[in-house]
């Protein structure tokens, strides 16, 4: 099956500078990639995703990169603030099966 | 658009006791949903995969005597842990995909914290 790594497991960044999360694969077959925000005790939250035929997608302070070739992708958070602070997951789709990253969370401190 | 809920939010319930989970799309329909565990400080893992009309399909390591589930409309799916005991206290969370709209996409149920005594 899917497995996915993600790292770093923990992150601490100013307020204001970037983030960086990445993650790999190994199911050539994965064709879809969203990152999840979780803050403590709530759902998941989708915040973006790239699906295989995309190389890279950016949405205001998010972006994030796909190289299938290496099967690794990662996200990027620039210009971060206090309430970027949470628990992120990447997640690979194999036949629409979601397998999830172990998770990295991020303190943005003021 | 895209709602998904849970109820209970949360759950107490003595050892051997069984307790039902249900998961629904409010302004959707669902041919799929998806069962997730997650305990403290870990990611989600999957369960077992629940399609309407037929049995769901069970992770590896998964017992489907234990989780049992039901999808039996396109807006409803439920779960029941039967003879819960301690170790099966964690946070439940179901998915659910859009019959009409981005087929990957997966909106989540806000979760149910289970505690076992």
């Known amino acids: 099956g899917e497995n996915v790594e993600q790292h770093p497991s923990t992150l601490s960044v100013q307020e204001g500078d970037s983030a960086v999360i990445k993650c790999t694969y190994s199911d050539s077959a994965s064709n879809y990639f969203p990152w999840y925000k979780q803050e403590l005790g709530k759902r998941p939250q989708l915040i973006i995703d790239?699906?295989?035929?995309?190389g890279e997608k950016k949405d205001q302070r998010i972006a994030v990169t796909l190289n299938k070739t290496a099967k690794h992708f990662s996200l990027h958070i620039t210009e971060t603030q206090p309430e970027d602070s949470a628990v992120y997951f990447c997640a690979a789709s194999t036949n629409y099966k979601l397998s999830f990253g172990a998770g990295t969370t991020v303190t943005v401190r003021a | 658009g895209a709602v998904v809920s849970q109820h209970p939010s949360w759950v107490i319930c003595k050892s051997g006791t069984s307790v039902k989970i249900e998961c629904r799309s409010l302004d959707f329909q669902a041919t799929t949903m998806f069962w997730y565990r997650q305990f403290p400080k870990q990611s989600l893992m999957l369960m077992a995969t629940s399609n309407e009309g037929s049995k769901a399909t069970y992770e590896q390591g998964v017992e489907k005597d234990k989780f049992l589930i039901n999808h039996a409309s396109l807006t409803l799916s439920t779960l029941t842990v039967t003879s819960a005991h301690p170790e099966d206290s964690s946070f439940y969370i179901c998915s659910a995909r859009d019959l009409q709209g981005i087929a990957d996409t997966q909106y989540f149920g806000p979760g149910t914290r289970l505690t076992v005594l």
């Open positions: 790239i699906r295989s035929n995309v």
